[in-house]
């Protein structure tokens, strides 16, 4: 299994960026995907989730600003990032489940500053 996400960077405050995580290894389309995050002396917080049949879950945090999606065919995670603020900085992971172990991808960092 391996998870690479993409499309970090720095942003200013109310601006966007969305994040690509390309999925191999496994039977995409199947699984449940989520996406972290994690700021150094914080534990990883769940950021949003999607279920195999594309039922998104969000943290109250993120909703109405972010957006998760995936794309099947091209075995990629996607989250939208809109209206960001500098509490959305953080290491970006995305992450599939499973019941034996979790899977992690290398995150990538995103910067919200002015």
């Known amino acids: 299994v391996q998870l690479q996400a993409s499309g970090g960077g720095l942003v200013q405050p109310g601006g966007s960026l969305r994040l690509s995580c390309r999925a191999s290894?496994?039977?995409?389309?199947?699984?449940?995907m989520r996406w972290y995050r994690q700021t150094p002396g914080k534990e990883r917080e769940l950021v949003a989730s999607?279920?195999?049949?594309?039922?998104?879950d969000y943290a109250d945090s993120v909703k109405g600003r972010f957006i998760i999606s995936r794309d099947n065919v091209r075995n990629t995670l996607y989250l939208q990032m809109n209206s960001l603020k500098p509490e959305d900085t953080a290491v970006y992971y995305c992450?599939?489940?499973?019941?034996?172990?979790?899977?992690w991808g290398r995150g990538t960092q995103v910067t919200v500053s002015s």
């Open positions: 992450m599939r489940p499973g019941e034996a172990r979790s899977y």
């Open positions: 290894g496994f039977i995409f389309r199947m699984n449940t």
């Open positions: 999607i279920s195999s049949s594309s039922f998104p």
